[in-house]
């Protein structure tokens, strides 16, 4: 099994920054992509960014040029560096691995969420 465990959401200003953090732990062979995803109030869950091993990295429309992810394989963790934050950007955050066990199968897990509200 394997345990996705998300830190650093808050409250924020408008035009603050916040960098969330997610640790992956647990029976880990191999992690492939790995992602930030979103879900602000009344909304879908949304892509906000993915990187896979190799660091090659995709951005939403909306957070392009303002955020970052990045990764740091030895320590299966990914991270989300998020700058000029608005209101728009409140939601909770989820972070996503594609995870090869040491079964050798592959499974998607997910996150708690973290909470990230930004005040204008």
């Known amino acids: 099994q394997v345990q996705l465990v998300e830190s650093g959401g808050g409250l924020v200003q408008a035009g603050g920054a916040l960098r969330l953090s997610c640790v992956a732990s647990?029976?880990?062979?191999?992690?492939?992509?790995m992602a930030w995803h979103r879900q602000g109030p009344g909304k879908q869950r949304e892509l906000v960014a993915t990187?896979?091993?190799?660091?090659?990295?995709h951005y939403a429309d909306s957070v392009k040029g303002r955020f970052t992810i990045s990764r740091d394989n030895a320590k299966n963790t990914v991270l989300l560096q998020m700058n000029s934050l608005t209101p728009e950007d409140t939601a909770v955050y989820y972070c996503?691995?594609?995870?090869?066990?040491?079964?050798?199968?592959?499974?998607?897990?997910w996150g708690q969420g973290t909470q990230v509200t930004v005040s204008s």
């Open positions: 990187i896979t091993n190799g660091g090659t990295t």
């Open positions: 647990g029976s880990i062979f191999r992690i492939n992509a």
């Open positions: 996503n691995a594609d995870v090869q066990g040491r079964n050798l199968l592959r499974r998607d897990y």
